[in-house]
């Protein structure tokens, strides 16, 4: 039976993996040292546990930085949703840092209407005094260029 809540559910595909090494980052003293990618089987049966207990399920992708988890996995997570959601709206929101959005990444998210928060700090003096590279490089440029995308 469908209750008349809306559940909400906070996933990290990637957990605390990151391509970026903010200097102020709360997860870094859990990050692993080796990349994992939540299994498809698992993220899909935690969704569709979601949109059935739920009459307006919104789904949050949150990390680390969710989108290390690659287009094919968001693809294959969409798809359990459309087979379990029976008309049901999914809402479904992504925290991202934005420097890994390609044009064709860009698109999957606009077309299935994803609401995605970019975090940016400001200016680029500002944000690249924390939200470097593993190298120490700024990020901002690489942002920038995600949210034109977007």
Known sequence: ???KTG?????KPVGSSCNLRC???YVAPFRSPKQS???LDIAGKVVRECIEGSSHPTITWHGGEPMMAGLPFFEGV???QKRHANGKPVRNI???N???ITPRFAKFLSENHFEVGVSLDGSEQTHG???VYPKGKNSYGSTMRGLQLL
Request: net charge positive.
């Open 98 to 100: 934005a420097t890994l």
């Open 1 to 3: 039976m469908v209750t």
């Open 78 to 80: 969409l798809e359990v």
């Open 23 to 25: 200097r102020y980052c």
């Open 94 to 96: 992504m925290q991202t």
């Open 37 to 39: 990618v939540m299994r």
């Open 129 to 131: 005094m924390n939200r």
């Open 7 to 11: 559940f909400s559910l906070q996933l």
